[in-house]
Structure formats: structure tokens, C-alpha cells
């Protein structure tokens, strides 16, 4: 079963424009990481925030993370047509050894 | 540093048959863990072994098997192979599997049954 949901299923837009995917989860959870996928490739790790950090930095993406909410958002700045993907949150449950749940995705395509 | 590679990246078998898809993790990283992509069911979590042991399984059918080896590389395997198993096969790897460790995958490993 798949613990996290993201919002939007699908985003389209313009190069230069920023990207905002939302990620909602069910349980506590010690880490959660977002990770991007091109078409039939594998996963490649973008951030990962800590439960105890709210926010977090990397180039272009800003991370956030509200346990409260049970929520998170990844913010792509200035986006790019290489940056047309798929961006899965993935979280991992307590004591799960690395057992990572992953939302359904966000379909971002970025046009020139 | 080379990344998750995994072996074959496509292969096609027929229903019954049974397959063994190949990991080699990250130098260093004793944790291997794999999953099954599909349209229909996203991206589900197979098992995690560190150090030969296993200590998590999903939820998918005793057809489904996993080993890994004292180099840290791992296999899977599945057998009587049915329609509904064609699907991306990803290996992950990561240090341990404490707090804070990142996940890194490997390209996967195409799984068609016809």
C-alpha cells in the first residue's frame, strides 16, 4: 500500500517557472526523501530531510517538512525542459530498516 | 564511484519460467534493498537484507525470493513467473539503515512475462 500521496498528479509548465509538488504521508516516519525519475530509468536521489528539520536546501530545490501536517513540499526553482520528470516522496517508517513508501508521483513537464 | 548497477536491464520470459535479476551496490554499502514499479501499483517495497540477513519483507507472494552475499551484492528471484509480474525492478543501496541514510538506486531491470 502506498502510504504517501502527491499533489498535483500531473504539472505543466513553462521553462523559467517555478514548480511546487506536495507530498502527504500516514505515519511517523524517521526520514523523507524525494527522488526524480525520466522515463523507464531508475530513481535518482534529490534531497532528503531529517523529521526533525523543516526545511532544507539543494541548488535549485527547497524542501519542506511539516509533521504535523504529515506533509511536504519540493520546490523546483527556475525550471528547466531537462527537468521534465516524474518526483516521487518516499518515506520510511520507524524501526523500518529502510523500507521507503512512495506516494503515486508528480508528472512535471517543462516546456521551452 | 560507480553507482547501483543492476544486471540484465531487459529481459522477456515466458509464464511459469522463473528469473534472477543481479545488484551490485555502492562500495561500502551493506544495505540492499529491492522494489517492483508497475503502472498500476506504483512503487511497492519487495525486502531489505544487510549482512546475508533479511529484515524486512513486503507483502508479495513466496514466489518472490532474495539473497545477498558476504560482498554485499544481492539477487533476486522470482518463480512461476505470471503475466502480472512484468514490471521495473529496482535495487536499492544505502550505508545501514539508520536515521538519515540516504537511498540511492540502481537503473532497474525491465521485466517483461509474456
Known amino acids: 500500500s502506498q502510504q504517501g500521496e502527491e499533489d498535483p498528479q500531473a504539472l505543466s509548465i513553462q521553462e523559467g517557472e517555478n514548480a511546487t509538488m506536495n507530498c502527504s504521508y500516514k505515519?511517523?516516519?524517521?526520514?523523507l526523501q524525494w527522488y526524480r525519475q525520466n522515463s523507464g530509468r531508475g530513481l535518482v536521489h534529490l534531497i532528503l530531510?531529517?523529521?526533525?528539520?523543516r526545511e532544507k536546501h539543494s541548488g535549485r530545490l527547497r524542501v519542506t517538512l511539516d509533521t504535523s501536517k504529515k506533509s511536504s513540499s519540493l520546490l523546483i526553482t527556475a525550471s528547466r525542459a531537462a527537468d521534465t520528470a516524474s518526483y516521487f516522496c518516499?518515506?520510511?517508517?520507524?524501526?523500518?530498516?529502510?523500507?521507503?513508501?512512495f506516494g503515486a508521483g508528480t508528472r512535471l513537464a517543462v516546456h521551452p | 564511484k560507480a553507482g547501483v548497477t543492476q544486471t540484465p536491464r531487459y529481459l522477456i520470459k515466458t509464464r511459469g519460467q522463473q528469473v534472477t535479476l543481479s545488484c551490485s551496490p555502492i562500495?561500502?554499502?551493506?544495505?540492499v534493498s529491492w522494489y517492483q514499479q508497475t503502472p498500476g501499483q506504483g512503487l511497492q517495497f519487495l525486502f531489505e537484507?544487510?549482512?546475508?540477513?533479511?529484515?524486512n519483507k513486503g507483502n508479495f507472494p513466496g514466489r518472490f525470493s532474495g539473497r545477498q552475499f558476504s560482498n554485499s551484492r544481492s539477487e533476486m528471484n522470482v518463480s512461476t513467473l505470471e503475466l502480472g509480474d512484468s514490471a521495473l525492478y529496482l535495487c536499492?543501496?544505502?550505508?545501514?539503515?539508520?536515521?538519515?541514510?540516504?537511498?540511492?538506486f540502481g537503473e532497474g531491470s525491465w521485466l517483461t512475462v509474456v
Open positions: 536499492a543501496s544505502s550505508l545501514s539503515g539508520t536515521i538519515g541514510n540516504t537511498i540511492y
Open positions: 530531510i531529517r523529521s526533525n528539520e
Open positions: 537484507y544487510f549482512s546475508e540477513t533479511q529484515r
Open positions: 505515519t511517523s516516519i524517521n526520514n
Open positions: 562500495s561500502g554499502h551493506r544495505s
Open positions: 518516499a518515506t520510511d517508517e520507524a524501526g523500518g530498516y529502510n523500507k521507503l513508501i
